[in-house]
């Protein structure tokens, strides 16, 4: 018979103790920097996730992920005509495009294009994450709701009902993929970017 064991896990989706590898790998599998480790007992478990706290603090954020999508968006002006991408991060090959709209903003390009790769990879019963340089645009898919002050006028309303749309889906489906930001100081401009600086 085989022993029990418990599984801490200390950074993933959901730090906590875990009492199967299956939950466990749910929590780590994919994540950046994962920290996890197996206890014989449930005390021992619990003592190392509570004591081992402040050591997971300071182990570094890796690089990025490359089995992953990216997404950004190309404007012209803010508001302005707006469009995004996603990418296959590793390769930089184009994944899924939209042609744009005549106005919108940067965010909720990038909101679009965020919801567009988890509407993507859940068609291909994919668990990879989605990067974004938006820590707005990933604010806004996690609270499934956006928080623009652009004006809902002629110009602007094929952009707010792709959103009213994306809000709906949000609303209505669940994903796995970890939403992740890309860090640009670290890792230069995002794999999506449309390079208009």
Known sequence: MAKTKFYVVWKGRKPGIYSTWPECQKQVKGYPGARFKSFPTKT??????????????????????????SVDVGS?????????????????????????????????GEFLAIVHALQYLKEKNSSIP???????????????????????DKESEPIWKAVDF????????????????????????????????
């Open 130 to 152: 989605v990067y974004s340089d938006s820590m707005t645009a990933l604010k806004w898919v996690k609270d499934k709701q956006i928080k623009s002050t652009l004006a809902r």
């Open 44 to 69: 021992e478990a619990e003592q190392a996730f509570a004591g081992e706290k402040k050591e997971v603090l300071q182990t570094e954020p890796g690089s990025y992920i490359e089995e992953s999508l």
């Open 76 to 108: 012209r002006g803010n508001p302005g005509p707006v469009e995004y991408k996603g990418v296959y991060t590793k390769t930089g090959e184009i994944v899924f495009e939209h042609a744009g709209f005549p106005k919108g903003t940067n965010n909720m």
């Open 166 to 197: 994306a809000e709906t889906w949000l609303k209505e489906n669940s994903w796995s993929n970890a939403l992740l930001k890309w860090e640009t100081k670290q890792w230069g401009e995002i794999k999506a970017d449309y390079g208009r600086k």
